[in-house]
């Protein structure tokens, strides 16, 4: 069973600083990235996509990727308490026929206090 | 909006009785997946379909059937489901390969079982 591992949290930030999310992955053939956020009873959305080894950013969220280390994480600058949601880390792992399926972990909650 | 819709929007049935949930996507997409989300757990992967053929069936009991008669349309047909499958029931579409490009969420079901 190909795993994606998040830690649950609650991580809480203050107003302003920087929130750092991270999510391990089992499969090392996973090509394809995604962090989406989750707003409580509403559906998931993309934040974020990443595809190669670095850091790709985008206004104030900095995706990183290290394929040896099996390892991407999501940077949020200027935390503003609407990023309160649960971070959603997805990867493409290889099912069984050799397709492969999104594989989505826990989730993150984060909150973010004025 | 997302593009993605799902009805009904909010689903209570008794474990006898039989009924279906549609999706629809509007994005010119052609893969389209169900995930159960429970309190507390990972988005569960149901069932999986590229160009409306299917991928991964995940071990979903087969109280749980899907269909897709096109790549705009996903149902999915349940009957004699048990409590314990209550749960937000959430389609999405992407491109394919599954897994390797954003997903589209719709809104979700929010099914419960009596």
């Known amino acids: 069973q190909k795993e994606v591992e998040q830690n649950s949290g609650p991580l809480s930030v203050p107003e302003g600083a920087i929130a750092s999310l991270n999510c391990t992955y089992s499969d090392r053939g996973s090509q394809s990235f995604f962090w989406y956020r989750q707003y409580s009873g509403k559906s998931p959305e993309l934040i974020m996509s990443?595809?190669?080894?670095g850091d790709k950013e985008d206004g104030r969220f900095t995706a990183q990727l290290n394929k040896a280390s099996q390892y991407v994480s999501l940077l949020i600058r200027d935390s503003q308490p609407s990023d309160s949601a649960t971070y959603l880390c997805a990867v493409n792992t290889h099912a069984s026929g050799g397709s492969y399926i999104p594989t989505f972990g826990r989730g993150t909650s984060l909150i973010v206090h004025p | 909006e997302t593009g993605v819709t799902q009805t009904p929007r909010h689903l209570v049935m008794g474990m006898t009785n039989k009924k279906s949930l549609k999706c629809e996507q509007h994005?010119?997409?052609?893969?389209m997946y169900w995930y159960k989300q429970s309190a507390k757990k990972p988005l569960e992967l149901m069932f999986v379909?590229?160009?409306?053929?299917?991928?991964e069936n995940n071990s979903v009991p087969s109280r749980f059937s899907p269909e897709c008669p096109n790549s705009s349309h996903l149902f999915l047909h349940l009957h004699t489901l048990q409590p314990e499958d209550s749960a937000l029931y959430l389609c999405a579409s992407s491109q394919t390969p599954p897994g390797g490009h954003t997903q589209y969420f719709g809104p979700g079901t929010r099914l419960t079982v009596l």
């Open positions: 379909y590229s160009l409306e053929e299917r991928v």
């Open positions: 990443i595809y190669s080894n």
């Open positions: 994005l010119g997409h052609n893969a």
